[in-house]
């Protein structure tokens, strides 16, 4: 089946998700001056829907980049020499290798891929030093562990000097998230996971002390300034030409997810994420051996990260999936072989989703 004649409700990647027909329609709508009064009236009404489905008083960057971007504008106005990475995972890897990458001192905390992090354990390596700053990602889209980021931020903040960033890329709009009451510095996630928009734009939230540091930061460059991003914001625009037709998508969908409510949004990812892992169970049951790679209690309600049955490869999982219509992801950098993953996330339903899972039944039994 081509993607063309593919149904909605079928493309379960975790991430770009599948977007609904209406948010995509959006883009249709003619280019507008990105300077001119119609793009100012946009942005002012994308301002005051982002702060909902954030949960925050404070602006909502919007940046005409991947999320990537954002991670270096995270390390880049938070940073002066050296930096802090809790690494359990492709994407918490790629944040540590950015810092270095743009010139900073990097150490990091380790845990095995599949494992979240331990904040006692992440408070006594604060302990041995200081460090301008901690990145971390929230839901690992390549393991499907869902860090306890309020726990760290807590731990993290009890060091005055030293900021919280975290990539929420996979986590936004699937687990519950509130920045300015978690204490985190700077938040970042981008428009095609759970956002369930297009690619082409991501977004992030800074702190009153990620702003001052901003200030001073000796590495910022001039693309991820986010004072040039707070200045253009009050003037209700971007600091360069922003992804227009994008932004039309984002009006669209901010109103879908107002409509339904941020936390019945969270709701249900839950509850597709929770019938996940009891389909596990009962393929397990049934005598196929499986597991869910997050443990319990460290779950993404957006990703899930199953090792592929005995006898089949990640790959043979996928393509299996594929040659039925339906689309599901591979496992990501070096459990490609030993894992698939299940996008349940952004406008899935959960009927949907339970086709899915009778397709993945044929294909694993």
């Known amino acids: 089946m081509s993607n063309d004649t593919r149904p909605f409700g079928r493309f379960f990647l975790p991430g770009p998700t599948e977007v609904h027909p ?15 009064p ?5 942005m002012k009404e994308l301002q005051a829907g ?16 991947s999320a990537t971007g954002l991670m270096e504008a995270a390390v880049r106005n938070a940073g ?78 009890r060091h005055e000097d030293t900021l919280v960033l975290v990539d929420s890329v996979s986590g936004f709009g699937a687990a519950e998230l509130r920045p300015d009451d978690w204490g985190i510095d700077f938040l970042l ?50 600091p360069s030409t922003p992804a227009i037709s994008v932004l039309y998508s984002t009006q669209v969908q901010l109103e879908r ?29 049934r005598g196929v051996e499986m597991k869910i790679l997050a443990p319990e209690g460290y779950r993404s309600p957006g990703v899930t990260a199953i090792t592929a049955p005995e006898g089949m490869t990640g790959p043979d999982v996928t393509s299996g999936v594929t040659e039925r ?12 072989e030993s894992t698939f993953r299940i996008g349940h996330m952004g406008d899935h339903t959960l009927d949907e989703l339970n086709g899915l899972l009778d397709v993945l039944t044929e294909v694993v039994s």
Not at 274 to 285: L, N
Not at 325 to 336: E, P, Q, R
């Open 22 to 36: 209406d948010v995509l329609a959006a883009q249709d709508r003619p280019i507008i001056s990105h300077r001119g």
């Open 80 to 157: 002066r020499t050296r930096i802090l990475s809790l690494v359990n995972g492709a994407f918490s890897q790629r944040f540590a290798d950015i810092a270095r990458s743009c010139g900073f001192e990097v150490d990091t905390v380790d845990v095995a891929w599949g494992e979240a992090h331990d904040p006692e354990q992440v408070a006594e390596r604060l302990e041995r030093g200081s460090y301008d700053a901690v990145t971390m990602a929230h839901s690992e889209t390549s393991t499907g562990v869902l860090n306890d980021v309020r726990a760290l931020a807590e731990v993290i903040r």
């Open 38 to 42: 119609e793009v100012k009236a946009l």
């Open 50 to 65: 982002l702060e909902v489905v954030f949960c925050t008083s404070r602006p909502v960057f919007i940046s005409t980049s």
């Open 257 to 285: 997810m107002k409509a339904e409510g941020i936390e019945a949004r969270w709701k249900r990812h839950t509850e597709m994420a929770d019938a996940t892992y009891a389909w596990v169970d009962a393929m397990i049951e």
């Open 325 to 336: 219509g339906w689309v599901i992801g591979g496992g990501y950098g070096k459990l490609k």
């Open 189 to 238: 996630t981008g428009s095609q996971k759970a956002f369930a928009l297009p690619p082409g734009l991501a977004f992030g939230v800074a702190s009153e002390r990620m702003m001052a540091r901003s200030a001073v930061a000796p590495r910022k460059g001039y693309y991820f300034d986010l004072e040039s991003f707070a200045k253009s914001q009050e003037k209700n625009q971007s």
